[in-house]
């Protein structure tokens, strides 16, 4: 019996990282371009921290779920702390905003996995720990995060009444597991794109992309303030 639900929360907990993975928002964008720029462990430093974050607000949904049936709490917590939250996500989509408008241009290539240019490889280790700062201060100031976690658990028959430990060890490696299949998914349909393209393309792009955080970051702000 025991297994069986421990299974079960496994298994919820891949599909819930995944979906909570898969829209294409900001910090998705952000892990394609350093893919795209041949940047892997800037890639993998930013991802890092997203995991930590999506896994440990994963657990305290869970264990919030599994202590009470009454969502009243969370509503309380989110409106008192909604409009920092909502603050620090503008500051954040300006953030990144500017970095990618802001960004050198370099020559990638996914093909042969080249080393990184000299600017990238200034000051590696303090970039390399921006970079997984980033991912988590990212991950932490998306308004929607624990609400999607707690109602995905409150979702799900949860009548589970061991030793929490054993639940939430397979919980946090089913995020892990839902949420990278959507990274890779995301990679896989950026490799269909000719490399001739991206060599040319990249740069512009990533000032688009750019100037579309500093758009949404505007509508945003004014859905803050005005709304």
């Not at 041949?38 to 999506?54: A, C, N, T, W």
């Not at 896994?55 to 009243?72: E, L, S």
């Amino acid at each position: 019996m025991i297994i069986s639900e421990l299974f079960i929360y496994f298994f919820c907990a891949i599909i819930g990282g995944a979906l909570s993975t898969l829209p294409p928002g900001p910090l998705n964008i952000r892990l394609l371009l350093f893919y795209i720029k041949g940047e892997r462990k800037s890639l993998f430093y930013f991802q890092l921290g997203i995991l930590l974050v999506d896994v440990t607000i994963c657990i305290i949904a869970f264990i919030i779920a599994q202590k009470t049936n009454n969502i009243t709490q969370l509503i309380t917590f989110g409106k008192n702390n909604l409009f920092l939250i909502q603050i620090s996500f503008l500051v954040v989509l300006l953030y990144i905003g500017f970095t990618h408008i802001l960004t050198k241009k370099y020559q990638p290539s996914l093909k042969n996995n080249p080393i990184e240019n000299p600017d990238i490889e200034k000051n590696k280790s303090s970039k390399l720990i921006r970079h997984f700062i980033e991912g988590i201060v990212g991950t932490l100031t998306i308004p929607t995060l624990l609400p999607f976690w707690y109602l995905w658990w409150m979702g799900q028959n949860l009548t589970y009444y061991h030793p929490i430990s054993l639940a939430v060890i397979l919980i946090a490696i089913g995020v892990c597991i839902g949420d990278l299949f959507i990274f890779k998914t995301y990679r896989f349909f950026v490799l269909k794109i000719p490399e001739r393209i991206l060599q040319i393309r990249i740069a512009k792009i990533e000032k688009w992309v750019g100037y579309f955080f500093i758009l949404f970051a505007f509508i945003f702000g004014i859905k803050i303030f005005l709304f």
